[in-house]
């Protein structure tokens, strides 16, 4: 059965940083590619980021270009996110997915606000 | 505003069938594949439809996708009270180098 469990959501003023994890279980790592899509409270779906499979390609939306770094470790089955420069804007729902969408987590807070 | 484009909003009656489009450009759903979500509020999105028209398992043939151009189609026939969620496509854009998800339908069962 496949899982994605997110964790380091939370509260951070703006300009803070947050790392957020994403352990995965029931297949193969690292044949997948991996994604980050965010949904503000109300709001719709947002891409954020994507890494290949063995993790030495890596895509970003414009809006945390610069900002945020999406990095994968296939021994530990395990996807990251730093986010850094946090805006008030940044504040959603955090879901880690498998390949581009076959599979969603349930997603992990963040919230900028001073 | 999203690249590609869905209505905000559609509704069917019980046994109908309703049609949600998604309408982009060449650099995205005209040359690449089309998935399609569903989201029940609260809910994590489900996949629906994946590269265009294929069904995950234990997805009912209810829902179909098509694609002409650089419009993609999903279409759920005898719509039930459990179909009522929001809706989403999702493409490449190579032109952006990103991931793009419509803005997101809402079904409503009336």
């Known amino acids: 059965e496949v899982r994605l469990v997110e964790s380091g959501g939370g509260l951070v003023q703006p300009g803070g940083s947050l790392r957020l994890s994403c352990a995965a279980s029931g297949f193969t790592f690292s044949n997948y590619a991996m994604t980050w899509v965010r949904q503000a409270p109300g709001k719709g779906l947002e891409w954020v980021s994507a890494i290949d499979g063995t993790g030495e390609n890596s895509y970003y939306a414009e809006s945390v270009r610069g900002r945020f770094i999406i990095s994968r470790n296939n021994s530990t089955n395990t996807l990251h996110l730093q986010m850094n420069s946090l805006r008030v804007d940044d504040t959603a729902l955090y879901y880690c997915v498998k390949g581009f969408g076959d599979f969603w987590g349930q997603g992990t807070f963040v919230i900028v606000s001073s | 505003h999203s690249v590609v484009t869905q209505p905000l909003s559609t509704s069917g009656t019980p046994g109908q069938r309703v049609s949600i489009s998604c309408s982009g450009s060449a650099s995205n759903v005209g040359n690449f594949s089309v998935n399609w979500y569903q989201q029940v509020p609260g809910t994590a999105p489900k996949l629906l439809i994946y590269?265009?028209?294929q069904r995950p398992s234990g997805v009912p043939d209810r829902f179909s996708g098509s694609k002409s151009g650089t419009s993609a189609s999903l279409a759920i026939s005898d719509v039930q009270s459990e179909d009522e969620s929001d809706y989403y496509c999702a493409v490449w854009d190579d032109s952006l180098d990103a991931w793009v998800f419509g803005g997101g339908t809402k079904l409503t069962v009336l």
């Open positions: 590269d265009d028209d």
